[in-house]
């Protein structure tokens, strides 16, 4: 079968490798249908290997070279033993953090930071191919008219949700959403839908700031163009902050500010993946029972939301998908038009054939 391998930074190539073979007890095989490139898919081009690891991964054995691809969905043409949540012909969106059950994270159900996480197209081969394996128990099952390359966007809307899920109650809430890429799209379309009263996004891009209209936003503030801090709390309703904001950057600046940006007893939730530390002066919590939360991935509850509020038409794919390709194309026109031509793309999907 044709797939996508990371070899090294800026060497990924497109081959033909032996198809997975059939399925071990607990897993599936799927036909990969649609598949969406990832930012940190594009960090291990630009930078890697970052997540991907170089000697055997204890969960999952794999090293590089391997198969990228976490954000798919599919039809099961296999089960393994053992096997009763899903079954062959069913389509598919799966989970792809790939966990041990037993650490103590796992155990209290939290195996999106399970000690041992190994994410599928990261950490195990992933689906820039025809056919991959997975875990069953990762596999959340589509309705069967459900549009496969919606479905493809599920995983990285699913963080977002679970990033709404942690704040807790938004309704009536002045929410601050940092960043309107992939994440904070999907974080700010959940934020609407929750009921928030004023949705204010943080943004530089101007093809981004007009797709954060689209999905919702009723301010958008340009940190070119004003000091966003002192504008979040003069459009606040008291004049002294947000109810809760997002960061869905991963920016050293833009960090702090989530939490600036906040009346006190505000929340703010870390959703951003940063390469570089932040200079915080923690008096701004002790000071204030402001709340900081940490938030990474998502677990298969999150993708049984996503794909509720897409159904329902309450979140939007369309707006997340500025490119469709095909597997062939995936260094030209994927990644290295991703690089060349960031502010236009949201989320690039590929079809494997
Ligand atoms: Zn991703
Ligand atoms: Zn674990």
Known sequence: MKAAKWYAKKDIRVENVPEPAAPKAGEVKIKVAWFGICGSDLHEYLAGPIFIPTENHPLTGAKAPLIL?????????????????????DLVAPDACQHCGEC??????????????????????????????????LCYVLPPNFDPQAGAVIEPLATGFKAVRLAGSLMGATVVVFGAGTIGLGTLMCVKA????????VEMSAARKKLAKECGAD????????????????LSPEGTGADVSFECIGNKFT?????????NCGKAVIVGIFEEPS???????????????GTLAYTIDDFAGVAKLLASGKIKAEPMITGKISLDDIVD????????????????IVSPT
């Open 279 to 293: 200079s915080f002066n923690f008096f701004s919590l002790s000071a204030t029972d402001k709340v900081v939360i």
């Open 219 to 234: 301010i958008i503030l340009d940190p070119k163009e004003c000091d966003v801090v002192a504008e979040v709390k003069r």
């Open 69 to 89: 691809g976490h954000e798919f969905t599919g039809t099961v043409v296999a089960v393994g033993a053992g096997v009763n949540n899903v079954k062959v012909g």
């Open 333 to 348: 026109k994927g990644f290295e038009e991703l690089v060349n031509n960031k502010d236009a793309h949201i989320k690039i």
């Open 104 to 137: 103590l994270p796992c155990r209290m159900g939290n195996y999106n930071v399970c000690e041992k996480l190994a994410f599928t197209g990261l950490m195990a081969d992933g689906a820039f191919a025809e056919y991959v394996n997975v875990p069953a128990e």
């Open 194 to 201: 929750s009921g928030a009263a004023q949705i204010i996004v």
């Open 255 to 263: 960090g702090p500010q989530a939490i600036d940006v906040l009346h």
